[in-house]
């Protein structure tokens, strides 16, 4: 049963739900108090897990120990994070379906998901440095 949802966290699921950006906590507080919203970081780290758990957003783990929210429902994809600069760039890859089949046949397991983070420099970061 999904609960009403109350105007701040309706602000931070517009947010979210309209930009291809993977926004963290602060970034979600910052955006809306420029736009005029009164929310306080705890309320926006309240309603991120309870968006989170209603799965209307999905969270993803960072090394950094941050979380980053993207809209749920997109085309599976993958994430590369660059460890220099933070960016988040989603990629996809043909050969994931070969990979889970075969797990599959080895193990007799029933794959329903899998979370893929791959980390490294970016190109303008490899170049930077």
Sequence with gaps: ????????????????????????????????????????????????????????????QLVDGKKRYERAGKQHHDHFVCTACGSITEFSHPAEAQIFEHLSRETGAVIHGHEFVVFGFCASCREAS
């Design 1 to 60: 049963m999904k609960k009403r949802l109350t105007p701040q966290r309706e602000a931070i699921l517009k947010l979210i739900g309209n930009s291809d950006q993977h926004w963290d906590a602060e970034g979600i507080a910052h955006v809306l108090a420029k736009m005029g919203c009164s929310i306080g970081q705890a309320t926006v780290y309240r309603g991120l897990a309870a968006l989170e758990k209603e799965g209307l957003i999905r969270g993803i």
